[in-house]
C-alpha cells in the first residue's frame, strides 16, 4: 500500500517560487511502476491536475500551468517535489500528491492519494 505525505510551506508571497514535497511510503518513486501526480484544489473549486513524473523519470504537465511547473523527484529520499512559479492569490490552494497505475492526465485516474497540504499566496 503506498503512503503520500505532503510538505512544505503553508504561505508563499507573491512572485515567489512555491515548493512542495511528497514523501513516499510502501513503494518506490523510481522501482515501482507508478506515476507521481500533484493536483490542487483552490477555495470553492474543483480539483485540477497539475502534472506527474513517471517512474522512468519522464515528465507531462497541465498546458494552462506548463510554463510555470516543474516536477523532479530525489531518489535517495524517495521524495518527489513540486515548484511553481510566479504564484499569485489565484495559486491559493489545498495541493495534494497522488500516485496512480496507469499515465493519467486527469485527478480522476489516481489510485493514492495524499492528505493535501494548503499553500496561501499572500503578501
Known amino acids: 500500500q503506498v503512503q503520500l505525505q505532503e510538505s512544505g510551506p503553508g504561505l508563499v508571497k507573491p512572485s515567489q517560487t512555491l515548493s512542495l514535497t511528497c514523501t513516499v511510503s510502501?513503494?518506490?518513486?523510481?522501482?515501482?511502476?507508478?506515476?507521481w501526480s500533484w493536483i490542487r484544489q483552490p477555495p470553492g473549486k474543483g480539483l485540477e491536475w497539475m502534472g506527474f513524473i513517471a517512474y522512468s523519470g519522464s515528465t507531462g504537465y497541465s498546458p494552462s500551468l506548463k510554463s510555470r511547473t516543474s516536477i523532479s523527484r530525489d531518489t535517495s529520499k524517495n521524495q518527489f517535489t513540486l515548484q511553481l512559479s510566479s504564484v499569485t492569490p489565484e495559486d491559493t490552494a489545498v495541493y495534494y500528491c497522488a500516485a496512480s497505475y496507469a499515465c493519467s492526465w486527469s485527478s480522476d485516474g489516481m489510485d493514492f492519494w495524499g492528505k493535501g497540504t494548503l499553500v496561501t499566496v499572500s503578501s
Open positions: 510502501g513503494g518506490s518513486a523510481t522501482t515501482n511502476y507508478y506515476y
